[in-house]
């Protein structure tokens, strides 16, 4: 019976930091969002790129970390999926993208697809190699 409340406090523990770590990355990406459009435009979907381009940053860092074991496997969590998953936003880009498309704006969608991805990928690699 002990062993079956410890894990039930264990795991409530997790939920809460994850899901209040989630919704500090959700706000964060809201507001950092709405404030970076407002300075750099409209002409590709900057504030969406920036957060998931740093969002892939930090992500990349956490994992290096992890497997370093610097950080243990509860901080991975509420970090690497409850703050990243909320602060970055496939969703969106997806939705942005297709925007841009419908508004005959191919340059612009070529851009950011190739980008977002390529740097993405690029800068999650970084954070690894940087804990390394």
Not at 19 to 28: D, E, H, K, V, Y
Not at 33 to 60: D, E, F, Y
Not at 119 to 124: E, F, I, M, T
Request: hydrophobic share 50%; aromatic share 16%; glycine share 16%.
């Amino acid at each position: 019976m002990i062993i079956w409340i410890g894990l039930a406090g264990s795991l409530g523990a997790i939920l809460r930091y994850s899901l209040g770590r989630g919704s500090l990355g959700a706000i964060l990406r809201y507001s950092l969002g709405r404030w970076i459009s407002g300075k750099l435009g409209t002409a590709i979907p900057w504030g969406t790129w920036v957060i998931n381009i740093s969002g892939s940053l930090l992500l990349g860092l956490l994992y290096g970390w992890h497997q370093s074991e610097v950080i243990s496997d509860g901080l991975w969590v509420v970090w690497g999926t409850g703050f990243c998953g909320a602060y970055t936003t496939f969703s969106t880009f997806g939705y942005e993208t297709i925007h841009l498309l419908a508004m005959k704006r191919y340059p612009s969608a070529i851009l950011y697809v190739t980008s977002s991805v390529l740097l993405g990928v690029a800068v999650s690699f970084a954070g690894v190699w940087f804990t390394a």
